[in-house]
């Protein structure tokens, strides 16, 4: 098994972000309108629009329009491929548990 070259560390990028995760935790009350987001995480627009933008290319996040506003709730699958990677790293430790790079 191995892991996505190009899309993990998108995924990844997502979590490593005391912000974002503060808006994952958020988000896990259900769907929230950005301007929620911002009264109640007391963030600048220029600065939600920002780690959106990240948590969405990652997938652990969906946009969805509704007349001017942005709602944001969590993604079931986008969650499901951060723990499909993590999966992947632990199989593969435990592989090479059993390996050795050099014969002795």
Known sequence: ?????KR???VFK?????N???ILNYLTDGEKCACRLLEDLNIAQSTLSHHMKVLTDSGLVVGRKDGKWMY???????ID?????LN??????????KK?????
Not at 81 to 85: E, K, L, R
Not at 100 to 104: D, I, N, R, T
């Open 100 to 104: 050795s790079c050099c014969k002795e």
């Open 8 to 10: 993990t560390p998108v």
């Open 20 to 22: 974002r995760v503060r």
């Open 14 to 18: 997502a979590l490593c972000d005391e």
């Open 88 to 97: 992947v790293l632990r199989a593969n430790l435990i592989d090479s548990k």
């Open 72 to 78: 944001y709730s969590i993604s079931a699958e986008g």
């Open 81 to 85: 491929t951060a723990t499909y990677y």
């Open 1 to 5: 098994m191995k892991l996505d070259d």
